[in-house]
Nanobody, 123 residues
Framework: VQLQASGGGLVQAGGSLRLSCAVSGRTFSRYIMGWFRQAPGKEREFVAAISWSGALTDYADSVKGRFTMSRDNAKNTVALQMNSLKPEDTAVYYC?????????????????WGQGTQVTVSS
């Protein structure tokens, strides 16, 4: 399984970006998908996760109400719509896939990781 994240860039505070993650493999619809981020000098942290069907989502408190995660099982992709961006959202964003049945925030639960895409929010 390979994950390819894209869509990062430089944006002003208050702006929006949409990240995408393309996943190879025929069993994409059976993966829980997650987004994580790592800011300079900080540990990687949970951002959002979504269930197989997309019916269940979970968000970190810091992004709730601003970020929306979605998936398209026909296209093997997940997206993270990021609105009202803040300078503290600056980080490398990673998508990840979990073969379990549960939406979880723990990084160790995720089996596959993408390479990351840089998001920079200027003040």
């Amino acid at each position: 399984v390979q994950l390819q994240a894209s869509g990062g860039g430089l944006v002003q505070a208050g702006g929006s970006l949409r990240l995408s993650c393309a996943v190879s493999g025929r069993t994409f619809s059976r993966y829980i998908m997650g987004w994580f981020r790592q800011a300079p000098g900080k540990e990687r942290e949970f951002v959002a996760a979504i269930s197989w069907s997309g019916a269940l989502t979970d968000y970190a408190d810091s992004v709730k109400g601003r970020f929306t995660m979605s998936r398209d099982n026909a296209k093997n992709t997940v997206a993270l719509q990021m609105n009202s961006l803040k300078p503290e959202d600056t980080a490398v964003y990673y998508c990840a896939a979990d073969r379990s049945d549960w939406v979880r925030r723990v990084q160790s639960a995720y089996d596959y990781w993408g390479q990351g895409t840089q998001v920079t929010v200027s003040s």
